[in-house]
């Protein structure tokens, strides 16, 4: 996690799902340069142009334009671009000017540092100008992202509205965050306006100032976090009486525990809630909220507490290694989904054992008629539990709609919680023999 994730969405919650929300997408969007195929319907867009144009304006003017590409169109822009960016790419020049011409420090360091993270997590030398410029030449296929925006400003327009402007950008990039899809910003495509103006009709009263890419995430996993400033670095508070407060006070606006897993789970559930559980699905689940994620951390950890503090898994199903409780039923806030836990230990099996395989804790059989989101959470090093594509160590299972299985633990203790849509889990089913 980094520093900004940890300073928002690390251990020091606040008690307001709004706010977790929002500071969940604010830390999650990043600057998404490789997309998948998959579209995205124009009703998606227009909702986050909807919602972006309350970014606020000195005096309410409002100075943003924004051009939608999709389909044939951004293709015919984008062969346009990455043919001037191969022929001519010295004959283009952006009507403003981005970076100072002599970064002072610490930016110069900061923009040093960029290039080296950026390039070196691509496997590219930073002396390969050949292949860099191929990089760059990614920014005009929008990264394969299925739709790109266009963003002007009226020429004549000061330095307060560019202002005003990038906090329009600002909320085109939070409010396709907060539908689990991401964007990169691009200030590449201003250079060649000369290019665009014709094929989007774009006036000759507006200057281009960006372009946006907007898509889903190819692999959201391998997202590189860029560094950030600690608070201390970035502000100067000069205030008197303004107190931290207590540990006491402190504690009094954590939430309980179990208050927290379900406020956690509510934002990932209102992004699974029209998915539908299967192979691929587990295998998106892993690579997006694997180990390593925020959300993994912070549904393992709270999980673990509710364990631990006794209001999860606390109904023993057969002795002390096999406990289930149902933490929450389905409701509306929860769009549906109930919210379960079980706790598993082959390490003392005392029933269910599997015959064939002795350390193998089994559990009850069951169905699943819409499916399962089961985040596996081992307790022990090594510890598993077998899904239905085989042993899951941290991470998802996500049986499909209608199947049924032993639960099984293998290496220990494992915490398996899940939501289920609609709240429905049948144990009347009969094993086969
Ligand atoms: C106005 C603006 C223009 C940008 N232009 C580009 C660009 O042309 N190409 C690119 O790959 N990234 C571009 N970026 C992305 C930045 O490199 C990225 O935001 C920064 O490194 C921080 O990383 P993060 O967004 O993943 O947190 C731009 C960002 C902003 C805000």
């Not at 300073?7 to 830390?27: C, F, Y």
């Not at 984008?78 to 610490?106: C, G, I």
């Not at 706790?343 to 005392?350: G, T």
């Amino acid at each position: 996690m980094s520093a900004l994730e940890d300073a928002v969405i690390g251990d020091g919650m606040i008690p307001r799902v709004q706010s977790r929300r929002i500071d969940e997408i604010i830390a999650g969007r990043f600057a998404c340069r490789e997309f998948s195929d998959r579209l995205i319907p124009r009703q998606i867009i227009e909702e986050i142009l909807g919602v972006a144009r309350f970014a606020p304006s000195g005096a309410n003017i409002r100075p943003w334009h924004v051009h939608v590409l999709a389909g044939a169109v951004k293709e015919r822009v984008s062969a346009a671009l990455l043919e001037a960016h191969a022929t001519s790419r010295d004959e283009h020049a952006s009507e403003y000017k981005y970076y100072a011409a002599d970064l002072p420090e610490p930016y110069l360091n900061r923009r040093q540092e960029f290039g080296r993270l950026f390039y070196g997590s691509l496997g590219i030398a930073q002396t390969d100008t050949v292949v860099r410029s191929r990089q760059t030449a990614r920014n005009y296929a929008f990264f394969d992202a299925p739709v790109g925006l266009i963003v002007t400003i009226d020429r004549w327009l000061e330095v307060g509205s560019w202002f005003d402007l990038g906090m329009f950008v600002q909320n085109v990039l939070l409010a396709a965050a907060g539908r689990g899809l991401q964007c990169c910003p691009q200030e590449t495509f201003a250079k060649y306006h000369r290019i665009l103006r014709p094929m989007l009709s774009i006036s000759s009263e507006q200057i281009v100032v960006c372009g946006i890419s907007i898509g889903y995430a190819r692999n959201r996993a391998a997202r590189g976090s860029m560094p950030r400033a600690e608070v201390e670095a970035l502000a100067t508070f000069n205030v008197h009486g303004f107190r931290r407060l207590t540990a006491t006070e402190q504690g009094e606006m954590i939430m309980e525990s179990r208050e927290q897993l379900i406020e956690r789970s509510i934002p990932f559930l209102w992004q699974v809630k029209d998915m539908t559980p299967n192979a691929a699905m587990e295998r998106w689940l892993n690579e997006t909220y694997g180990e390593e994620s925020a959300l993994y951390k912070d549904l393992s950890r709270l999980i673990k507490q509710g364990v631990e503090e006794g209001w999860a898994a606390n109904q023993e199903v057969d002795g002390p290694n096999y406990r289930r409780s149902r933490i929450l039923e389905p409701t509306p806030e929860t769009f549906h989904f109930s919210i379960t836990a079980v706790y598993m230990n082959s390490a003392d099996p005392r029933r269910f054992r599997d015959w064939d395989d002795s350390d193998v804790l089994r559990g009850q059989y069951h169905g699943h008629p819409y499916g399962e989101l089961n985040l596996v959470v081992p307790l022990d090093k090594g510890a598993e539990l077998k899904g239905l594509q085989g042993w899951q160590g941290p991470g998802w299972t996500a049986p499909d709609p209608g199947s049924r299985h032993y639960p099984e633990v293998r290496g220990g203790a494992v915490i398996a919680l899940f939501y289920l849509p609609a709240g429905r889990i049948s144990y009347d089913f009969k094993a086969p023999a």
